[in-house]
C-alpha cells in the first residue's frame, strides 16, 4: 500500500473526481459529542458485573484526505464519505473472583453505527497470583467487524456511487489479539527503590487484512 501525502495531490483536483468535489472538505470541522453511562451491580460475593454504553455523534469532514480510491475505469480521487456519524457501542464486563488466587475477567462489546457497521469484541483476562507481591495474567481478545456501507476494495468502485472509501479499517475483518504478563508489587518497592509496582506486557496482534503485530507494554508506579 503506498501513502499519498497531502503534496503529492493534484491542486486543480484536490478532493474531487471529474469535477465533483466534496462538498464538506475545508470547511466542515470535525466536531464529536460522546456521552457514557455506566452502571455496576455486586451481584455476589465472587461476581461483579458492569454495563456500558456509549452514545457519540459526529458532524463535519469525517474523511481523511490522505485516503485515495482508485475507480473501475483507473480513475482516482480522495475517499467521500457522509458528513455525519452516530455509533452506539453497549459492553458488559464480568468479573469473578476463582478462590483468592485467580480472578475470571471477562468482557464483550456490540458496536453499531449508521454507516453500516457492525461489530462484536470479546476478551478474557486471567490474573493469578502467584505469590501475594507476584501475578502473571495471560490475556485472549478476539474481535468481528461487517463493513461500511461505502467501502469497496481497490478498483471496485464506479463512478455513481454518491459515498466511498478503500479504508480497510472501514472493511470486514476479524482480528486476534493473545498476550500474557507480569506484575510486580512487593511492599518495600521493586529493589527496594520508590517503583511500588512493575508491569511489564506483550501481546500479538493478527487481522485477517494481513496486519500482524507485536505490542510491549511497561507500566511503573511510584511512591
Known sequence: MKLI???EFEPAGFGSVRGREHPDYGSSPRQTYTAS???SQVINSRMQASLLL???EQHGYLGLPFHRVFFADGVDSVERLPSSR???PIGLRLNYFLGDRVILRGYYR????NWGVRAHTASLEIPVKITPFFSVTPVYRYYT???ANYFAAYGDHV???NYYTSNYALARFNSSFFGGGFRVAPPKGVFGTHLSSLELRYGHYTQTTDLVSD???LHLQFR
Open 37 to 39: 453511562l455506566s452502571f
Open 54 to 56: 456509549d452514545l457519540v
Open 86 to 88: 452516530f455509533k452506539l
Open 5 to 7: 501525502y497531502p503534496s
Open 110 to 113: 456490540y458496536y453499531w453505527d
Open 145 to 147: 467487524q461487517t463493513a
Open 215 to 217: 505490542v510491549i507494554s
Open 159 to 161: 463512478h455513481s456511487d
